[in-house]
């Protein structure tokens, strides 16, 4: 069901993130392709996940199981998940482990990814666009996360018919995960 790559070489002092797929999003795709690359270039250990099959009818029980399999494979719990749209799935799992998230376009229309984030502390993001429509920020309302809405950005987070806004506007996500990353602590 899952299959981990080490994105970085090992590095034993190294922090560990993991970042969670879409359905038919990949870590290759842009908004984990950076993250990972930018986690990286912090020092990070990398980890991504590829899911050998689709998430059927019950997102939530899929993503438990790839939970299980993926920090099952790992030397250790992770210090950070980084997760796009179905891999949103995993927030219940990491927030009660204690574990930050950055949550790109979380599919908040499920109460389960809504009341875990609704409940989320200060280290975790949310990142979200206007035009999406999984996102609705008031199924979060109560959240001490910090979330970073992009105006007229689709699910992608990208603003269609625009590259150059889209490029913009993912530039400023970038930096903001950036900085949010550089805030989590060492376990």
Avoid: C
């Avoid at 009818?57 to 749209?85: N, Q």
């Avoid at 996360?145 to 689709?154: E, K, L, Q, R």
């Amino acid at each position: 069901m899952v299959i981990l790559h080490r994105l970085t070489p090992a590095a034993d002092t190294a922090r560990t993130a993991v970042l969670l797929p879409g359905h038919g999003y990949t870590a290759q795709a842009p908004l984990l392709h950076w993250s990972g690359l930018l986690l990286a270039e912090a020092g990070w250990n990398v980890y991504a996940v590829e899911w050998t099959d689709a998430a059927a009818d019950d997102p939530a029980a899929f993503l438990r199981r790839a939970w299980a399999e993926a920090t099952g494979a790992l030397e250790r719990v992770p210090d950070l998940v980084v997760a796009k749209s179905l891999g949103t799935f995993a927030a219940p799992l990491a927030i009660a482990a204690g574990i930050p998230g950055v949550w790109l376009t979380p599919l908040v229309r499920h109460d389960i990814v809504a009341e875990a984030l609704s409940a989320a502390s200060d280290d975790h993001l949310v990142v979200a666009g206007t035009a999406d429509a999984s996102w609705n920020r008031d199924r979060i309302v109560g959240t001490r996360a910090s979330v970073a809405v992009v105006a007229d950005a689709d699910h992608s987070l990208l603003i269609p018919g625009d590259w150059r806004a889209s490029y913009a506007a993912q530039q400023t996500v970038f930096a903001r995960i950036a900085a949010h990353v550089a805030d989590v602590p060492h376990s």
